[in-house]
């Protein structure tokens, strides 16, 4: 299972939301968490998970893939809850 969080260095609701995605990682320490700079994105995650739209947290888990975009951070509690079932 993997999370993947999605940021840019220019995005200010990023900067806003890492204290968020910092505790999420704390919270589900069982994902495998991956980090993607959207401006340096060599491995594809972002057109893999169709992300365009950033901060981002798309989760790959045997019950499918669940994504959530914005700085309202209780929906990223709930797909991860939701994953780690």
Do not use: Q
């Not at 900067?15 to 704390?26: A, N």
């Amino acid at each position: 299972m993997s999370a993947y969080h999605f940021w840019s260095p220019t995005c200010e609701p990023c900067r806003v939301l890492k204290p968020v995605i910092e505790d999420l990682k704390e919270e589900f320490p069982t994902l495998n968490w991956v980090s993607v700079n959207t401006h340096d994105d060599t491995a594809g995650y972002a057109k893999k998970y169709n992300v365009t739209i950033v901060p981002a947290i798309v989760v790959d888990s045997t019950k499918g893939i669940e994504r959530h975009t914005g700085t309202t951070a209780a929906p990223y509690y709930r797909i991860l809850r939701n994953a780690t079932k």
